[in-house]
């Protein structure tokens, strides 16, 4: 139950959404498409699950060409789109009963599949999905992607605009789903949830930066990563931003990241160049990269 | 050093029919402060905000926002104030200069310093290509600086930010940040709702709402002292789950 | 089966749970039809017309004494010559002029026909046709009346341009009108607004990526229209006959087979629609400048083709709502058959099939 996306390009005008793409996940994997929005990932989505035709390029999903087989393909996957598409005015329970009769199903079947997800919602399910709170919507979209117990799920930014809590909790469920063998392809902008999948594709403007699991991504980091902080922040970054020999500065929560362009750096060079410039409680540490310091880094490039 | 207070809340309260959407929340924020107001969803962050900005009357409580009360100088208030969301922020269909000349012009501000504005704007923001294309053409990161620098045309005291960087790339996402800080460094007082933990230790101060309370309210260090986090993410995950 | 079922059930939901669009389905009938049978009503009261009658003989003095006795008509003045028709029209006050021609009874009894002239102020349309109308019909009582006492027919022979409506009332012109306007905001509008309506949630998304094919989508959503768009044809029959009198003289299944395919011509082209619309709000704006106005306006509803400069004649010929105003006319104020309106039954007929296949062929499996 693998995709393979081969040489995959689309453009809209003039706008390249997708730039040669190609991607393999295999069965059972959690696999991410980390980029922020505009990247191309929901045109990525759109072209797997048959509803855009690409420009160059194949794909397959489950084994079934995406363009020759769409039909068998549309059987097999569940999708959910970006803004969690629901309708509003039927309630929790009429939703999820909808899209299992469509699928020519039924709740009680599939039961099983969607327990865990469900029973959050349950207290819920005579009020209209449009009076729900973002979280309740992520899970209610993922019952009624589940509800046909498919073999390939595709979710588009399930987490977008869901606060953090919520956002733990849905990938928590993705774990289980994926323990059940599901092979599962999701977008996020994200990058902290990144180093949840299995392997991860960073994506930005239609191209692909790197492919791997986000333990080698950070690991490929090229630079050594200080952290770096003083009681003034902005200070600190327009400073920072001045050093001649700086390579990168990219505030990080509490402290700045900084890369410095020379092979053999000398922390306790910048603490006097910093010191200098009237900056105090100076803390400078040696840090690991994460995937958003090595995603910024290669689309600086 | 006595420091100006300019959003004073205390006891502030939101009824709907039997439901407590924001329930007795009090807090101060000074001059020049980067205030972060997180929340779950549904916590009630949106609501405590609508009536701070004026947009909506609140059931019981006071407060003071730039000087101005919230019950009954909402006119004040909107025009101390800049605001911008996520979900809405500059008119696509307008080009760059259209809609800094549209907000210009709502605020009251004359054309001579709309046409002033504009060309320092375009100037500091690298635009000077883009400024008459249509907003709709640009990357959303480009549209939420702009959208940003635009809601400081009128030199408002306050800045309420809501989501400001939802699903901006990583790079801008600091940028953005950048103009934050900068702005708090020039005395506006910034107000921002953000679902970006690490965006959160950017803040001054933090505030969570939960259920709509405000259940944590301090330094993001003295947060991560207080519950034995490391990070903010944690900080609020142990909040809400309590 | 049980998709479809489901499908449709899905939709009887979001109409329900909508008020607004609950309201566009059920009032609007009731209120068009209030509004145009009471209030927008043509029917005219004490208009001042002159007479010119050039042969003052019993039958004209009969007729003119009918047209005089009747709460319609104020006869102002009598005129000697023809010159003076203009004369009167231009002080204002008259509306109409009769003209009988010279020697009527006798051309009445020996030709058995007679010919009388309405001469109408047309600068009001609607007012001039409803007067000849009026006085037409008070002309064809007079002949019944006369013809019940003799073997053969007398004709008297009117010479003005309207022709139906004999019963004086203008509320059965706009029946078959206002039928028609209903069916076509009904069936073409909300269903190119309910269709569009999931292009705009992102559910047309979900459905697209499920077994369901778009022919099951189309038919699924169109299904509940064609059951509402018949229970308020059959409203607005019965409101007609009961509340307004109006006679339905040919068959009423006829007038029920002819709608549902007037329903149909409706659906499909609200499903056209829908498919060149991305929102709601594009769909909504084509069917009301789209499909409204040319039913108001170039259908015969209103104003009367016969009497449209000849490029808008033939445009009116595109109009499907034109066809059906008259089969419904025929069927309900004259009381033909199909074998009368067999061809207008056709014309609406092929304009279906081309709209279906027209749907069909713009319809896509995909997004864009």
């Not at chain 1, 349950?122 to 979209?141: D, T, W, Y």
């Not at chain 3, 607004?20 to 609007?28: D, E, H, N």
Request: with cysteine.
């Amino acid at each position: 139950m693998s995709i393979h996306i081969d040489h995959i390009s689309k453009s809209y005008g003039k706008v390249n959404a997708l730039d040669d793409i190609s991607i393999q996940v295999d069965p059972g994997e959690l696999f991410g498409l980390i980029g922020p929005d505009g990247a191309g990932k929901t045109t990525l989505f759109r072209i797997l699950t048959t509803l855009l035709l690409p420009d160059h390029g194949s794909a397959s999903v489950a084994g079934y060409d995406i363009i020759a087989d769409f039909k068998a393909i549309r059987k097999q996957v569940g999708y959910m789109p970006g803004r969690f598409s629901l309708y509003q005015d039927l309630t929790v329970e009429e939703n999820l009963r909808f899209f299992a009769t469509i699928f020519g199903t039924t709740i009680a079947e599939n039961y099983d599949l969607i327990r865990d997800i469900y029973v959050q919602i349950e207290p819920f399910k005579n009020r209209r999905a449009g009076k729900l709170s973002g979280g309740m919507k992520q899970k209610l979209a993922l019952s009624c992607a589940l509800i046909h117990k498919p073999k390939v799920l595709f979710l588009d930014e399930p987490t977008t605009g869901v606060d953090p809590v919520s956002r733990k909790e849905f990938w928590e469920m993705l774990k289980r789903l994926q323990a059940k063998g599901i092979t599962i392809l999701v977008s996020t902008p994200y990058m902290d949830e990144a180093a949840l999948c299995d392997r991860i594709a960073l994506i930005q403007d239609g191209r692909i930066l790197e492919i791997d699991t986000p333990k080698a991504i950070v690991e490929h980091y090229p630079k050594p990563i200080f952290d770096v902080g003083a009681h003034n922040t902005y200070l600190l970054i327009e400073k920072l931003n001045a050093y001649v020999h700086k390579h990168s500065v990219f505030p990080f929560g509490e402290y700045i990241h900084y890369t410095d362009q020379r092979d053999g750096f000398d922390p306790l060079e910048l603490r006097a160049y910093l010191k200098n410039e009237g900056l105090q409680n100076i803390h400078i540490e040696r840090t690991k990269a994460t995937i958003e310091d090595t995603f910024m880094e290669l689309a600086k490039q | 050093m006595k420091e100006e207070t300019v959003i004073k809340v205390e006891g502030l309260t939101k009824v709907f029919g039997d439901f407590t959407a924001v329930n007795k929340i009090s807090f101060h924020v000074r001059k020049g402060e980067i205030f972060g107001f997180l929340g779950a969803n549904g916590a009630g962050k949106t609501t405590a905000m609508k009536m701070l900005i004026g947009i909506s009357s609140p059931s019981s409580g006071s407060a003071n926002v730039a000087g101005f009360d919230v019950y009954t100088q909402t006119e004040d208030i909107k025009k101390s104030i800049g605001y911008m969301s996520q979900k809405f922020a500059l008119y696509d269909d307008l080009t760059v200069k259209e809609n800094i000349r549209f907000f210009g012009g709502i605020y009251g501000l004359s054309k001579n310093r709309i046409s002033q504005k504009s060309n320092l704007l375009i100037e500091e923001l690298g635009l000077e290509k883009v400024a008459h294309s249509l907003v709709g053409s640009l990357p959303l990161g480009w549209k939420q600086k702009i959208a940003f620098s635009v809601s400081l045309l009128h030199d408002p005291k306050i800045v309420f930010l809501d989501e400001p960087t939802g699903g901006v790339d990583p790079i801008t996402r600091r940028q953005f940040w950048e103009m934050i800080y900068k702005a708090a460094n020039n005395g506006t007082t910034i107000f921002v709702t953000t679902h970006y933990m690490d965006e959160a230790e950017y803040c001054d101060r933090v505030s969570i709402m939960v259920d709509g309370n405000i259940e944590a309210l301090d330094t993001p260090k003295n947060l991560k002292t207080h519950f034995g986090s490391d990070s903010m993410n944690d900080v609020f995950l142990k909040l809400a789950r309590s | 089966m049980k998709r479809f079922i489901g499908f449709v059930q899905k939709e009887f939901y979001h109409i329900f749970r909508d008020r607004r669009s609950l309201f566009i389905l059920f009032g609007m009938p009731v209120a068009q039809i209030m509004l145009f049978g009471f209030a927008i009503t043509n029917e005219i009261n004490n208009v001042d017309i002159a007479i010119l009658d050039r042969s003052q003989d019993a039958s004209t003095k009969e007729i003119i004494s009918k047209i005089s006795s009747s709460e319609y008509f104020s006869i102002l003045q009598h005129i000697k010559e023809e010159a003076e028709i203009e004369e009167v029209f231009k002080k204002g006050r008259v509306k109409a002029v009769l003209y009988f021609e010279k020697e009527f009874s006798k051309k009445l009894i020996k030709q058995h026909t007679a010919k009388v002239q309405i001469v109408t102020d047309a600068t009001d349309p609607n007012v001039a046709n409803t007067i000849s109308n009026y006085i037409n019909s008070i002309l064809s009582h007079y002949q019944e009346e006369q013809n019940r006492a003799i073997t053969q027919d007398y004709q008297i022979i009117p010479q003005s341009r309207m022709v139906y409506n004999a019963e004086l009332k203008s509320v059965y012109m706009f029946v078959p009108g206002v039928m028609t306007v209903i069916l076509m905001l009904v069936s073409a509008m909300m269903t190119s607004i309910s269709i569009t309506r999931e292009k705009e949630l992102g559910t047309m998304e979900i459905l697209l990526v499920s077994p369901l094919n778009p022919v099951q989508v189309i038919i699924g959503k169109v299904f509940p229209y064609i059951f509402l768009s018949i229970i308020n044809a059959a409203a607005i029959v019965i409101l007609s006959i009961f509340v307004f009198h109006v006679p339905v003289k040919g068959s009423l299944f006829l007038l029920g087979l002819e709608s549902v395919l007037f329903i149909v011509t409706s659906l499909a082209l609200g499903i056209l629609i829908s498919t060149i619309s991305a929102t709601q709000q594009t769909a909504m704006m084509i069917s009301l400048m789209g499909l409204m106005l040319p039913v108001i306006l170039l259908s015969g509803f209103i104003f009367p083709i016969s009497s449209m400069p000849v490029p808008l004649q033939v445009i009116s010929n595109i109009v499907p709502a034109k066809w059906f105003i008259i089969i419904v006319k025929g069927i309900m104020l004259k009381g033909v058959g199909i074998h009368i309106v067999w061809k207008e039954t056709l014309v609406l007929l092929g304009m279906t099939l081309l709209f279906i296949g027209l749907s069909v062929r713009k319809y896509k499996i995909r997004l864009e």
